[in-house]
């Protein structure tokens, strides 16, 4: 019961944080719009489209964390938390072809001369770059709490948003102090931007990668499964331990060593012993496979 509530919270503070990014992105794209067209600035309409897309990867990432939650059926016997990590790459998708249409669109612009950005979109996106920066941090500590990786990619999305309305503003203002002819710095602005743009493209993409191909990343959460181990009486140390992640959970297989003396059904009982302890003192379990065999001279403890 305590595990499920405690799940239950995170898939809580998880959908709470895709809500406000949300409603963040759809208010701020308006803006970035709006202020873009009005101030005749290629930087904001850029960051506009980025603003667009992360609507619609929010929810993209709203669907797929729905979806990651389901129990598990005859079809998926360990449950569907492999579809948060594919969302996230369909949250990439989004990124990259946000970026591949400002650079587009940004050198197009440098190639053809047009009027200097209005001094008001300053205004604007410094208002912009504060809001942006305090939903990277109200996002990520929701991603935190949960322990999803989509919510915490989508909160990178706010960061990197930040990032490239400050780099808008540092062409637009550049453009404003040093005349017409510098007008194409508002487009470098939005180059800028769209590498950026890419370069956290691929910092949510790489730790998605790693959890769809069960990749090892979690030595920390492996040394605490270890300790916590060898604090059940019989447990006399610890061998193989393999953690992948599905979803916002962990399913562990450990090796635990025990006293060859022990009969069958004194080391069945010593198992599901470990795997309730585990379970009760790191609730991301979801489940732990527990593997007994006799103690010998070669052995992992921690």
Same mark, same amino acid.
Request: with cysteine; net charge negative.
């Given at each position: 019961?305590?595990?499920?509530?405690?799940?239950?919270?995170?898939?809580?503070?998880?959908?709470?944080?895709?809500?406000?990014?949300?409603? !963040?992105?759809?208010?701020? +794209?308006?803006?970035?719009?709006?202020?873009?067209?009005?101030?005749?600035?290629?930087?904001?309409?850029?960051?506009?489209? =980025?603003?667009?897309?992360?609507?619609?990867?929010?929810? /993209?990432?709203?669907?797929?964390?729905?979806?990651?939650?389901?129990?598990?059926?005859?079809?998926?016997?360990?449950?569907?938390?492999?579809?948060?990590?594919?969302?996230?790459?369909?949250?990439?998708?989004?990124?990259?072809?946000?970026?591949?249409?400002?650079?587009?669109?940004?050198?197009?612009?440098?190639?053809?001369?047009?009027?200097?950005? $209005?001094?008001?979109?300053?205004?604007?996106?410094? +208002?912009?770059?504060?809001?942006? =920066?305090?939903?990277?941090?109200?996002?990520?500590?929701?991603?935190?709490?949960?322990?999803?990786?989509?919510?915490?990619?989508?909160?990178?999305?706010? &960061?990197?948003?930040?990032?490239?309305?400050?780099?808008?503003?540092?062409?637009?203002?550049?453009?404003?102090?040093? !005349?017409?002819?510098?007008?194409?710095?508002?487009?470098? $602005?939005? /180059?800028?931007?769209?590498?950026?743009?890419?370069?956290?493209?691929? &910092?949510?993409? &790489?730790?998605?990668?790693?959890?769809?191909?069960?990749?090892?990343?979690?030595?920390?959460?492996?040394?605490?499964?270890?300790?916590?181990?060898?604090?059940?009486?019989?447990?006399?140390?610890? =061998?193989?331990?393999?953690?992948?992640?599905? !979803?916002?959970?962990?399913?562990?297989?450990?090796?635990?060593?025990?006293?060859?003396?022990?009969?069958?059904?004194?080391?069945? +009982?010593?198992?599901?012993?470990?795997?309730?302890?585990?379970?009760?003192?790191?609730?991301?379990?979801? =489940?732990?496979?527990?593997?007994?065999?006799?103690?010998?001279?070669?052995?992992?403890?921690?």
């Amino acid at each position: 019961m305590v595990y499920l509530c405690i799940m239950e919270h995170q898939q809580q503070q998880a959908r709470r944080g895709i809500y406000w990014s949300l409603a !963040g992105n759809v208010f701020l +794209a308006l803006a970035k719009g709006v202020t873009g067209l009005l101030g005749n600035s290629f930087a904001l309409l850029a960051d506009a489209i =980025e603003s667009s897309t992360d609507v619609f990867s929010s929810l /993209l990432v709203l669907l797929g964390l729905r979806y990651a939650h389901r129990p598990p059926d005859a079809n998926h016997p360990y449950g569907h938390g492999k579809a948060e990590p594919l969302t996230t790459f369909g949250v990439v998708v989004f990124l990259v072809a946000s970026a591949a249409i400002i650079i587009y669109q940004g050198i197009h612009n440098i190639r053809h001369e047009h009027e200097l950005p $209005a001094p008001f979109t300053l205004i604007v996106l410094g +208002a912009i770059i504060v809001i942006k =920066e305090t939903f990277y941090r109200l996002v990520k500590r929701r991603g935190q709490d949960s322990g999803s990786s989509t919510v915490a990619a989508d909160a990178w999305h706010h &960061r990197s948003d930040a990032i490239t309305s400050l780099a808008a503003f540092l062409g637009i203002g550049l453009a404003l102090l040093l !005349g017409p002819e510098y007008a194409a710095l508002d487009d470098w $602005a939005a /180059l800028v931007a769209a590498g950026i743009i890419l370069y956290n493209a691929y &910092r949510i993409f &790489r730790p998605a990668l790693g959890e769809v191909m069960d990749e090892h990343r979690y030595d920390a959460l492996e040394a605490h499964i270890r300790r916590q181990a060898l604090a059940v009486p019989g447990i006399q140390a610890t =061998e193989k331990c393999y953690v992948r992640k599905l !979803g916002m959970q962990y399913w562990v297989d450990l090796h635990a060593q025990v006293g060859g003396h022990l009969t069958v059904d004194e080391g069945h +009982a010593l198992a599901h012993r470990l795997k309730d302890h585990l379970q009760a003192q790191i609730p991301q379990l979801a =489940e732990v496979h527990i593997h007994v065999e006799p103690v010998g001279p070669q052995h992992v403890t921690i």
